[in-house]
């Protein structure tokens, strides 16, 4: 799934096939404001696990980091 959210971002094109069926421009626009909200949702996701195992490790090291 974040092989995804980062394809997402970095091919918009792929976004685009998401909302083929959508017919007038504000369809169209609608369409991908749905579908960045939703990569942003993962992403922002995908973040805040990424920080909670950063800080793990970093409480588990034994190595002070201040």
Do not use: G
Request: proline share 3%; glycine share 0%; hydrophobic share 40%.
């Amino acid at each position: 799934m974040k092989h995804f959210v980062l394809l997402l971002l970095l091919f918009p094109s792929l976004v685009a096939a998401q909302c083929k069926d959508a017919i007038s421009t504000k369809d169209m626009q609608d369409c991908m404001d749905n579908e960045w909200k939703k990569s942003d949702a993962d992403l922002n996701r995908v973040y805040q696990e990424s920080l909670k195992k950063l800080r793990t490790w970093l409480d588990a090291s034994p190595i002070a980091c201040s």
